[in-house]
């Protein structure tokens, strides 16, 4: 196992932070009404999009989930673009069309939310199909949820990049829910870590709460990717501490699964780390919230003073070049 | 009694599940009534093995309930949104559509989907869309669609004792609104249009949401002196021609109103039915409200421009009326 510098592990501190009030910040946005459609975040599960992200090159690509924020937060997208979009904004990253579940940040890689689960899998070996002509050296990596992992698109797509030797890396985020139903009661066989063998792949199973632990094993999958190698499988176990989407009243699991999910918090782990080997103080912490709220604050005043789309925007954006009025 | 859609869906699952222990539900998240409260407490009527939460496998939940409908199971599958059946299409539009007729008649399918679909708060483009007119273009399946509780619970209840595959769109918008549902177990029989509303003037021959904005229209038109017939179809395939032709023989004048975009519609089948059929009493070219031809947008300005209302409903029949 490789250890990440002191620099990069205070970059991941704050990335994680930034990931987690900006969530928090839009729950509370949501609940007051001033984000319109269905809200699923990533709260508790930032280490996963943080490990992630910190492995990965700005040019790489990025398949996301309807649960995707943390993502393209993670990967560096406008916190600005990314408010406004989820207020339904004009200037939004999607100028109000794709809202929280539909949402690409192209100009960091962010290919894409999707409110289709899995659908990711099979796109991927086709980004990396073009890296490998194009040889760019870049690598892509496809999130999915536990739930996800059992639609066709994750089997295809793996057979796909293991048998071209693709640069995609496979990311399952396993939460041990996908809505109300219990990973245990969903999943032949428990691991999807484990699936890896089957396709001739490396598998790995990671704790998905120890920014460091998923950090390494993406490290090594970007750095077999870009080897020319090919594709690997990370299972990063995390715990979701909120509802399925915002408003779930969450009748299908007890409070100890979230209280769990406290105690093994990604973010205060990191910060006893870091704590103990003298890389971060308290007046240090702070001065690193202070400026995250301070973003995020401002990515919420630009959404709010933004304009709405008129109507008739809806008309555009369906074609690159479409000259019939038909 | 009063029952909101969702509750007299609800009720036809438990009538059917009661009558014929053949019949189970299948989809993710059932078991808990999830997303649209529709299969809720089903569980602890019938127990695990008649209603299955299944892992999120659409391709697995669709061809596995054709199996069982072809070797004597009734299953009754939860699309969760209609919008996610693109993940099961081999399955709805190879497999189960063309099974009696490709065998020659050996295979009965007595299959319904349940298609929770349509426009709703911000859903976005991955779950808003009418795709009925995808099923309307696939000959060997029956299309069934609602607009209030009591045929939405006639028309399930028939759509699980018939031997073929019939999917059911049920409006996310309509599952809270309430209705008059008769006490007696009634079917709503496939292909028996319903007359809304009577009039004199224009036909508006609209389905699901769309009745209920075409009802708004007329009240508003009566106002004006307008009498608007508002037609319901109710299922799309079989379709009731005889019932829509009589309208027109009274009014003349046809709007064709539906959610679903305009290019290539279920909509644009019933305009050229009626063109057909009723050419001759025809005394204005049919108008249509539709959705533009664009995904559903999330922001809600968009949403609400391409979302066609009582308004789109009132200007059509002003056209007509010209
Ligand atoms: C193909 C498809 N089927 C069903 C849904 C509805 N749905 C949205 S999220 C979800 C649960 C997803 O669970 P998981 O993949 O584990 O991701 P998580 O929500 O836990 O992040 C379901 C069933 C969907 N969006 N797409």
Redesign the interface.
């Known amino acids: 196992m490789s250890a990440p510098g002191p620099e990069l592990m205070v970059e991941m501190y704050a990335a994680m932070l930034r990931v987690r009030l900006f969530e928090e910040r839009a729950r509370e946005l949501f609940q007051r009404g001033r984000i ?3 809200l699923h975040t990533s709260v508790g599960q930032e280490a996963v999009a943080v490990g992630v992200a910190a492995a990965l090159r700005t040019d790489d690509y990025v398949l996301s989930t309807h649960r995707g924020h943390g993502h393209l937060v993670a990967k560096g997208g406008s916190l600005r673009g990314l408010m406004a979009e989820l207020y ?3 200037n ?1 990253i ?1 100028h ?7 949402i690409a940040d192209v100009s960091v890689g962010y290919l894409g939310a ?5 659908s990711g899998c099979v796109v991927a070996p086709g980004v990396g199909l073009s890296i490998k002509q194009r040889r760019s050296g870049q690598v892509v990596v496809t999130f999915f949820g536990d ?2 992992a ?3 698109p994750f089997h295809e797509g793996v057979n796909l990049s293991a048998l071209w030797t693709l640069p995609v890396v496979f990311v399952c985020e396993n939460n041990r829910w ?4 219990a990973h245990t ?3 032949a066989g428990g691991s999807i870590a484990a699936r890896a063998a089957g396709y001739g792949i490396p598998g790995e199973s990671v704790d998905g709460n120890d920014v460091v632990a998923v950090w390494d094993a993406v490290m090594r999958a970007v750095e077999r990717a870009r080897r020319g190698d090919g594709p690997s499988l990370i299972e990063a176990h995390t715990i979701r501490w909120v509802g399925h989407f915002e408003g779930d009243p969450q ?2 699991r007890g409070k100890d699964e979230v209280d769990e999910g406290r105690r093994r918090d990604p973010i205060a782990r990191l910060e006893r780390v870091l704590t103990e080997h003298g890389r971060l103080d308290a007046a240090h912490a702070a001065r690193i919230r202070e400026s995250v709220v301070a973003e995020i604050e401002d990515a919420v005043a630009h959404a709010e003073a933004s304009p ?8 555009n954006d ?1 074609f690159a070049y479409y000259p019939w009025a038909d | 009694m009063k029952l909101d859609f969702g509750d007299a869906l609800n009720l036809a699952l438990r009538e059917e599940m009661r009558r014929d222990p053949r019949v189970y539900c299948i989809g993710e998240d059932i078991v808990l009534g999830l997303p649209f409260g529709v299969t809720k407490g089903l569980i602890d009527e019938f127990g695990p093995d008649r209603v299955l939460n299944a892992p999120i496998s659409e391709a697995a939940i669709v061809g596995s309930a054709f199996g069982a409908a072809v070797t004597g199971l009734v299953p009754v599958v939860d699309m969760h949104f209609a919008d996610f059946v693109t993940c099961a299409m081999d399955e709805v539009a190879n497999q189960i559509a063309k099974s009696r007729y490709m065998f020659g008649g050996q295979l009965d399918c007595p299959l319904t989907l349940r298609m929770p679909y349509g426009i709703g708060k911000s859903g976005g483009g991955h779950h808003s869309n009418s795709v009925e007119a995808w099923f309307v273009n696939l000959p060997g399946l029956k299309v069934a669609i609602p607009s209030t509780p009591a045929d939405a619970r006639g028309l399930l209840k028939t759509a699980i004792r018939d031997p073929d595959p019939v999917l059911v769109f049920e409006h996310r918008a309509l599952y809270r609104v309430v209705g008059d549902v008769p006490e007696a177990e009634v079917l709503v029989p496939l292909g028996a249009a319903d007359v809304k509303r009577p009039g004199r003037d224009v036909t508006v021959i609209a389905t699901a949401r769309m009745v209920h904005e075409s009802l708004e229209a007329a009240r508003r038109l009566a106002e004006e002196g307008v009498e608007v017939e508002v037609v319901d179809p109710r299922s799309l395939v079989p379709l009731d021609r005889e019932t829509l032709a009589a309208s027109v023989r009274r009014t003349h004048r046809v709007v064709v109103a539906e959610e679903g975009v305009m290019r290539g519609s279920a909509g644009a089948w019933l305009a050229w039915v009626v063109m057909e059929d009723s050419f001759d009493e025809l005394d204005a070219p049919i108008a249509r409200v539709a959705a533009p031809n664009v995904p559903i947008p999330f922001s809600p300005p968009l949403e609400s421009f391409v979302m066609p209302a009582a308004d789109d409903v009132i200007a059509a029949v002003r056209h007509v009326l010209k």
Do not use: I, Q, W
């Open positions: 319109p459609g269905f339904g904004k004009a939004g999607c109000g069309k794709g809202g929280t579940m539909h999707n409110g289709v689960l899995a739930g996800a059992n639609r066709g996908a809505s109300s139903t009661r969903s999943t009748a299908y709405l789309p008129r109507g008739e925007d809806a008309l369906l």
